[in-house]
């Protein structure tokens, strides 16, 4: 059994390293694809991306709810995944304005919550094998999704230079594959269709009270939202930034997102170890703040050279807000993971429709440096939100919350 659990563990690695390849190729790019490329407005283009994201709000609640039900939640891995091969691969192969807004807008929000799913299979994978090192085994997995924002990135830059930018989507969709290959080979062990028990709701509850919430992690979730909806307008805007404001090319955007993976990495296990220490609320609120003064440094730049020199300060940011956040939205519904796993997709979704909304009215007339400074002033929102929703658990160290 020791050997097989190794073996899992091997090929969920080899799932979140493809998983971070189809966010890694494509996300750097695709305003440029979007704006530069097909001829949208900034405003069609985050009309697209928030029409898109509304729909997958939904379809990941579903997906979270239904996840808790079935029998086998490898299924809706393997669904979401074929979902994304379609999705990039349609844009591939149909590089059209029509192409790109019915694979953003009407099928990605499948493909999207692909993430999420793998997230809660491994969470409850590791509950069920070995639960004393399920935390342990989330942020180590998260850590090899960021290890592909390390290698990708670039080497994506490169071949959008040198061949097509389109190529990016290409590396995305055979990624998308290499997951459903993966969890069409789990699917053949039965040892690997994991899956917890659900709570029994109280006698007379409505089945909405499976979505009950306490304030705190309300106010949690709605600043991840902010946060992230910070981080989502930097990425939309900072690829533009590059080559309009600083003077650079398709592969300093690659070199962009390659260097600040390279800090986000060993910061991850920084994180986990002060997760040990410090509540996640402020690491989080923390975050948030890192993120502002990064964003607010990048916006008074020249050159891409003074960029590059500031990425730590995104590496760390991210570093948080994309890994401590899984552990903290997981523990938001007790006893439900794949209906706490959903909230990380919603979270992120609801931070796309912010970004992409923020984008369409910042960018609409080119000035992407004030677009800076307004996300800059959104993640200090966010933080603040955080804070001020959970005062209590700030700085608190969980020994002496116990």
Request: with cysteine.
């Amino acid at each position: 059994m020791g050997v097989a659990r190794l073996k899992v563990t091997a090929l969920l690695g080899m799932n979140m390293f493809f998983s971070g390849v189809t966010y890694a190729a494509t996300i750097p790019s695709a305003s440029l694809v979007g704006v530069d490329i097909l001829g949208l407005t900034p405003a069609w283009f985050a009309t697209i991306m928030a029409a898109g994201s509304i729909l997958g709000t939904f379809v990941s609640l579903g997906l979270g709810y239904l996840s808790d039900k079935l029998r086998d939640r490898r299924l809706l891995v393997l669904i979401t995944a074929l979902a994304g091969i379609f999705a990039h691969g349609l844009i591939y192969l149909w590089p059209t304005q029509a192409g790109f807004t019915i694979a953003m807008a009407g099928i990605m929000p499948l493909a999207g919550a692909c993430y999420g799913q793998c997230f809660g299979y491994v969470r409850v994978y590791y509950l069920t094998h070995q639960p004393q090192r399920a935390d342990f085994m989330v942020t180590a997995l998260r850590t090899v999704f960021t290890l592909a924002w390390i290698v990708v990135p670039p080497v994506a830059g490169w071949l959008a230079a040198t061949f097509s930018i389109f190529d990016v989507f290409l590396a995305s969709s055979l990624s998308y594959a290499g997951i459903a290959a993966i969890f069409a080979l789990l699917i053949r062990d039965r040892a690997t269709a994991v899956q917890m028990p659900a709570p029994v709701r109280a006698e007379g509850a409505s089945w909405l009270s499976v979505f009950a919430l306490q304030p705190g992690i309300l106010a949690g979730l709605a600043g991840l939202v902010v946060m992230t909806g910070a981080m989502r307008l930097l990425t939309l805007t900072i690829a533009l930034f590059i080559v309009t404001d600083l003077g650079g090319s398709l592969t300093d955007v690659g070199l962009y997102a390659g260097i600040t993976a390279a800090t986000e990495a060993p910061l991850m296990l920084l994180l986990a170890y002060l997760t040990t220490r410090v509540s996640k609320e402020t690491l989080l609120a923390g975050a948030g703040l890192v993120m502002a003064l990064f964003i607010g440094l990048a916006s008074m730049l020249s050159n891409v050279a003074e960029l590059f020199w500031l990425l730590a300060l995104n590496g760390l940011g991210t570093a948080a807000l994309m890994s401590v956040n899984i552990a903290y939205v997981q523990d938001a519904i007790k006893g439900r993971v794949g209906l706490s796993t959903s909230l990380m997709d919603v979270v992120a979704i609801a931070a796309n429709l912010l970004g992409a909304a923020a984008f369409g009215v910042l960018a609409a007339g080119g000035d992407y440096r004030f677009a800076l400074m307004v996300a800059a002033g959104i993640s200090v929102l966010g933080a603040a939100i955080m804070a001020l929703g959970n005062v209590s658990r700030l700085g608190v160290l969980k020994k002496a919350a116990a």
